[in-house]
């Protein structure tokens, strides 16, 4: 059985910082540029690691990710030309 996961933007000061955000989910991505990570939790307990992390000196900002409720059935979305044409050379 699956547990439904969400991900959590966090805005961070500085890199070295980043694997101390291990013990708070499952790091996906971190931007060394951008000083942000992406860490996943369950989303049962998605408010409260968001306020445990927001607590956290080193951190910027704490967002949640949109992923879940962004819609992904287009109603009007044409089919790709390329995926309808069949690779059959002989009849």
Do not use: C, T, W
Request: glycine letters at 4%; zero cysteines.
């Amino acid at each position: 059985m699956r547990v439904p996961r969400q991900g959590i933007i966090v805005y961070f000061q500085q890199m070295k910082n980043v694997r101390h955000l291990k013990k708070y989910g499952h790091l996906i991505h971190a931007s060394k540029r951008q000083k942000y990570a992406l860490i996943y939790v369950n989303r049962d307990n998605l408010n409260e690691k968001m306020e445990a992390l927001q607590q956290l000196p080193y951190v910027h900002r704490v967002e949640p990710s949109y992923k879940p409720e962004v819609r992904v059935d287009y109603e009007n979305a044409k089919p790709d030309k390329a995926k309808e044409y069949d690779y059959k050379f002989g009849i």
